[in-house]
């Protein structure tokens, strides 16, 4: 069964940093990309950023370019999103998913929130 | 950036109702087209992927249908549990996008 869990979500200032992880199980993780994908409060899904399964190739959000950045461990079965110099719009739900071979996201974790605010 | 214009952006319906949903693309994007839905406080989960394939385990009330520019999620038979969000994603290329969201009410 494939499962995604989120972590490290939490509360910090404008300008702030924090790094979220996800723990990928239930199949093998080096063989697909992964992505991050966000939701402001009571608004729409927002595409983050995604990272290929082998060649760690990164694309990212005009929105967070320069101030995110994706990374993962094929050993540790996980990926990460470190994000600096946040602002308050950054504040969401941020969702880690799967990349299905079709290049659509398939399965999801449950989402870990991040609040930025003084 | 292709964008994705998604309609309504609500709607009421009842029990054993047709829906349908459009979203209509800023330029072509063959079938890299996605379907999902979002119940409140929960992660989307996919429905359809290449603009027409049933995710496995998903009722087939739900279809889609549509290539290039213009697609459509039909729910045939409404029922209690499909009253939910819905947004459709392109991801023929990055950025990926979505649309903004469908919000299917119980009339």
């Known amino acids: 069964e494939v499962q995604l869990v989120e972590s490290g979500g939490g509360l910090v200032k404008p300008g702030g940093s924090l790094r979220l992880s996800c723990a990928a199980s239930g199949f093998i993780f080096s063989s697909y990309s992964m992505t991050w994908v966000r939701q402001a409060p009571g608004k729409g899904l927002e595409w983050v950023s995604s990272?290929?399964?082998?060649?760690?190739?990164?694309s990212y959000a005009d929105s967070v370019k320069g101030r995110f950045s994706m990374s993962r461990d094929n050993g540790k079965n996980s990926v990460y999103l470190q994000m600096s110099s946040l602002r308050v719009e950054d504040t969401a739900v941020y969702y880690c998913?799967?990349?299905?071979?079709?290049?659509?996201?398939?399965?999801w974790g449950q989402g870990t929130l991040v609040t930025v605010s003084s | 950036d292709i964008q994705m214009t998604q309609s309504p952006s609500a709607m009421s319906a009842s029990v054993g109702d047709r829906v349908t949903i459009t979203c209509r693309a800023s330029?072509?994007?063959?079938?890299?087209l996605a379907w999902f839905q979002q119940e409140p406080g929960k992660a989307p989960k996919r429905l359809i992927y290449s603009a027409s394939s049933l995710q496995s385990g998903v009722p087939s009330r739900f279809s889609g249908s549509g290539f290039g520019t213009e697609f459509t999620l039909t729910i045939s038979s409404l029922q209690p549990e499909d009253f939910a969000t819905y947004y459709c994603l392109q991801h023929n290329n990055y950025p990926y996008t979505f649309g903004q969201g469908t919000k299917l009410e119980i009339k």
């Open positions: 990272m290929s399964g082998s060649s760690g190739h990164s």
């Open positions: 330029q072509g994007i063959s079938n890299y």
């Open positions: 998913a799967r990349i299905g071979y079709d290049t659509a996201p398939d399965y």
